[in-house]
């Protein structure tokens, strides 16, 4: 099959590119994250992608609207389901990305991490393929974890430390903020 592989970064492409290949698929990668933030690490992690997809020599489609204002108007006063709008908005435009180029199906690199709720992603993934006439092939890449972590330390790529969105930094940091605080304030 020729897959379009929507990525969230370089290190979460790493097993899912080596299993789509091995398994005798042809690939293409498609960037559109507008839940990363900031616009520094947007970045960041868009160069790092960008290095790999050219190392591995796997097409590329970007989509070069950033979405701030969108996807925060769409989560602030929800943000404890932020995900499944998260999963929801890039899902969808990597199925209508894939519909577009003609590609046979669409998966994503999110299904790579443990730390993201993969039974509503593929439900979401499953709900979005019908919409665009497009097959979603699923694959639980969470196998290859370990792996995909040795790799990227080996290439020296960026590792980002959250998932991307603001509300997912605060919670990776927020002991860590507390403790710094009470620390500052019990020096006065």
Same mark, same amino acid.
């Given at each position: 099959?020729?897959?379009?592989?929507?990525?969230?970064?370089?290190?979460?492409?790493?097993?899912?590119?080596?299993? !789509?290949?091995?398994?005798?698929?042809?690939?293409?990668?498609?960037?559109?994250?507008?839940?990363?933030?900031?616009?520094?690490?947007? =970045?960041?992690?868009?160069?790092?992608?960008?290095?790999?997809?050219?190392?591995?020599?796997?097409?590329?489609?970007?989509?070069?609207?950033?979405?701030?204002?969108?996807?925060?108007?769409?989560?602030?006063?929800?943000?404890?389901?932020?995900?499944? =709008?998260?999963?929801?908005?890039?899902?969808?435009?990597?199925?209508?990305?894939?519909?577009?180029?003609?590609?046979?199906?669409?998966?994503?690199?999110?299904?790579?991490?443990?730390?993201?709720?993969?039974?509503?992603?593929?439900?979401?993934?499953?709900?979005?393929?019908?919409?665009?006439?497009?097959?979603?092939?699923?694959?639980?890449?969470?196998?290859?974890?370990?792996?995909?972590?040795?790799?990227?330390?080996?290439?020296?790529?960026?590792?980002?430390?959250?998932?991307?969105?603001?509300?997912?930094?605060?919670?990776?940091?927020?002991?860590?903020?507390?403790?710094?605080?009470?620390? !500052? !304030?019990?020096?006065?």
């Amino acid at each position: 099959m020729n897959i379009l592989l929507h990525q969230c970064c370089g290190p979460c492409s790493i097993y899912p590119v080596e299993v !789509l290949r091995g398994m005798g698929h042809s690939i293409a990668g498609y960037w559109f994250n507008p839940n990363i933030h900031p616009l520094t690490e947007y =970045y960041r992690r868009f160069e790092t992608l960008v290095k790999f997809n050219r190392d591995e020599k796997i097409p590329f489609f970007a989509d070069d609207n950033y979405g701030l204002v969108e996807f925060t108007r769409n989560v602030a006063n929800a943000h404890n389901s932020r995900c499944a =709008y998260c999963y929801a908005v890039r899902l969808e435009a990597a199925a209508k990305k894939a519909s577009e180029e003609g590609f046979d199906a669409f998966t994503s690199t999110l299904f790579y991490s443990r730390y993201q709720n993969h039974e509503l992603m593929k439900q979401t993934a499953q709900n979005i393929s019908a919409k665009y006439s497009i097959d979603f092939f699923y694959y639980d890449f969470r196998t290859g974890w370990q792996k995909g972590i040795d790799c990227s330390r080996e290439k020296d790529m960026y590792r980002q430390p959250y998932c991307g969105c603001i509300y997912s930094e605060e919670d990776r940091y927020r002991a860590q903020i507390s403790k710094k605080i009470n620390n !500052l !304030l019990s020096d006065n």
